[in-house]
């Protein structure tokens, strides 16, 4: 099943992926790496200018995914929800990001950005989370439910029910250890 995010929902979904926990990797490893990834055309409009951030930003950058990520993990019922919005709360407060508001001919409120360079695209990420969560998509981006992996995954099932990002996979995995936690006992007793 595809679990690509619809629209741009995706761009915060490929956000929180930067980090791979499976193996190890993080695209946000260096300030120039985030720099490379945040220089995305759709993030940050206008002349292709690579923006330049610092350790701090980079800090607040991997904050700000590590409390989407923790989010994601809510909407799969893994983590407290508070948590997961203090967490959110406490990494946009440290950005002090200016966003305005604007009020469209539809009678729907949007933010936007009035930032520019990493803290532009870090602002943009936060208000397509704001939108997400207004137009209801935001509770079907989930981190999957196998802790070596937390991959953020689109739910497109019918009844939201998606635990895992891939079923042949992280799926099979949880339920083979399950089954063998299940045998533990009887093994143990002979
Ligand atoms: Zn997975």
């Known amino acids: 099943m595809d679990k ?23 695209k946000f490893a260096t300030a ?3 720099e490379r990834w945040l220089a995305r055309p759709h993030l940050i409009p206008g002349p292709p200018a690579p923006p330049e951030c610092d350790g701090k930003e980079l800090e607040t950058a991997i904050a700000l995914r590590e409390a989407l990520r923790a989010l994601c993990l809510a909407n799969n019922g893994l983590v407290p929800d508070l948590d ?23 009678g729907l409120i949007s933010l936007e950005p009035d930032e520019t360079g990493i803290r532009q695209a870090l602002a943009e990420i936060l208000t397509i989370v704001f939108a997400a969560l207004h137009d209801g998509t935001w509770s079907r981006l989930k981190a999957c439910a196998a802790e070596t992996c937390q991959f953020a995954f689109y739910d497109q099932s019918k009844n939201r029910s ?8 992280c799926g099979n995995r949880a339920k083979v250890r399950s089954y063998r936690a299940r045998q533990a006992p009887v093994t143990a007793t002979g």
């Not at 690509?4 to 993080?26: C, K, M, S």
């Not at 997961?84 to 539809?106: E, I, K, P, Q």
């Open 4 to 26: 690509t995010a619809p629209g741009r929902l995706e761009t915060v979904r490929a956000f929180i992926n930067t980090a791979d926990i499976e193996t190890g990797t993080d």
């Open 84 to 106: 997961a919005r203090t967490a959110l709360d406490a990494a946009s407060a440290n950005l002090h990001l200016h966003l305005t508001a604007r009020f469209g001919a539809d």
């Open 162 to 169: 998606g635990h895992w990002c891939t079923m042949a996979e």
């Open 32 to 34: 120039a790496g985030l």
